[in-house]
């Protein structure tokens, strides 16, 4: 095996270890069965969701009478991780509230992609808005 064919190997392998930030609306496409939703079940086990976006996921399952216990343990068995939102996260978070702003992107949108800087990651969304933002964050669109 030549050297580059393990450098390739080796980057190839960093990019499947590397993290994805998942918006709400990306999990929830996901957990209904929606339009791009298979973006994300493809991705799972590579996705990680703030507490803020989870708190979000939550509330729209519970609002929806959902077995939210069930879809939670399912969702964990099948890699999904949820990560605390920092301190530092706080902060990117509300540095990102003038950029955005004519976006009218929301607390928790911001928070998802201030958790994406932290981690390095990509981020994915099903909000279309996002696409407009000028941000050093490679962003996925699920539709």
């Known amino acids: 095996m030549s050297v580059g064919l393990r450098q390739k190997e080796k980057v190839e392998a960093q990019k499947m270890k590397k993290k ?5 609306s990306a999990l929830l496409a996901a957990i209904h069965n929606e339009k791009g939703g298979d973006f994300v079940k493809n991705r799972i086990d590579h996705c990680v969701i703030s507490t803020v976006n989870w708190s979000e996921v939550l509330q729209k399952l519970e609002r929806a009478d959902a077995n939210v216990s069930k879809i939670e343990k399912g969702l964990k068995a099948l890699g999904l991780s949820i990560v605390d939102f920092t301190e530092d996260d706080a902060k990117n978070c ?3 509230w003038l950029p955005s702003k004519k976006l009218g992107l929301s607390l928790a949108d911001r928070a998802c ?6 981690l390095k990651g ?3 969304t099903a909000d279309r808005v996002w696409n407009d933002l000028d941000i050093i964050l490679e962003i996925h669109l699920i539709r």
Request: aromatic letters at 0%; proline letters at 0%.
């Open 20 to 24: 994805i930030v998942v918006d709400a």
């Open 94 to 96: 509300a540095s990102l």
């Open 122 to 124: 990509d981020v994915i």
């Open 113 to 118: 992609l201030a958790t994406g800087l932290r």
